[in-house]
């Protein structure tokens, strides 16, 4: 959805570097929602943020909800092999029933 | 449990033909949903339930139709299947009937082909 950027749309980067993807809305997000799909597969749930300047954790990636809640980063750190796969934003934008999402990040770790 | 259960999950339909995508959920939640994912564009909502005899269109309805006569299935329609219906096909469901105060549980997908 147009309604959710997310950047970069590629991201190449060596194993045990660090790195952050950006999710970004014109309109407050309501909810914010981080999923990772391994190619080929389902989406599987990583976190969810729904307050202003909320940060939570999950062993060695971290996402963070700015202030004014249009913004969302998810920042891996230490890369591994393990963490390569599309990396996709979820949001509640218009406070309606309906989450949209952005059009993805594609993350490729090289040995 | 099971989880979200998509079938099938591959399909090749020629122009014109009509199919329903099953989708079935055993975890008894309320709110379900049906995406389709195609490159570049991310995941896009096709249509949306947020309880048994509701439904409701989401961004991209045209030559789909959903019903939920049951909590535990969501089954998607493509009346008449065409070319530019070629994608990936995500069914999901969360417990809230917002949907969004709840983390959307995803099925593995089916990829439709329409020649």
């Known amino acids: 959805s147009q309604e959710l950027e997310q950047s970069p749309q590629s991201l190449i980067v060596q194993e045990g570097k660090n790195l952050t993807i950006n999710c970004t809305s014109s309109?407050?997000?309501?909810?914010l929602y981080w999923y990772k799909q391994k190619y080929g597969e389902g989406l599987i749930f990583l976190m969810m943020?729904?307050?202003?300047?909320e940060e939570k954790s999950h062993e060695k990636i971290t996402a963070k909800l700015d202030e004014k809640k249009q913004q969302s980063s998810l920042h891996i750190t230490a890369s591994q092999p393990s963490h390569a796969g599309i990396y996709l934003c979820?949001?509640?934008?218009?406070?309606?029933?309906?989450?949209?999402f952005g059009q993805g990040t594609r993350l490729t770790i090289n040995p | 449990n099971a989880g979200v259960t998509q079938t099938p999950k591959f399909q090749v339909l020629k122009t014109g033909q009509s199919m329903t995508l099953q989708c079935a959920q055993d975890?008894?939640?309320?709110?379900m949903s049906w995406y389709r994912q195609d490159p570049g564009m991310g995941l896009r909502l096709i249509h949306y339930s947020v309880g048994a005899g509701i439904t409701d269109q989401g961004e991209v309805p045209n030559g789909y139709n959903v019903s939920r006569s049951t909590t535990e299935d969501f089954p998607l329609r493509l009346l008449s299947a065409a070319p530019s219906q070629t994608s990936v096909y995500f069914c999901?469901?969360?417990?809230?009937?917002?949907?969004?105060?709840?983390?959307?549980?995803f099925g593995n997908g089916t990829r439709l082909t329409v020649t």
């Open positions: 999901a469901s969360s417990y809230s009937a917002t949907g969004v105060d709840s983390p959307l549980h």
């Open positions: 975890m008894n939640h309320e709110y």
């Open positions: 979820g949001a509640d934008i218009k406070g309606a029933q309906k989450l949209v």
């Open positions: 309109k407050t997000l309501y909810g």
């Open positions: 943020l729904q307050k202003g300047g």
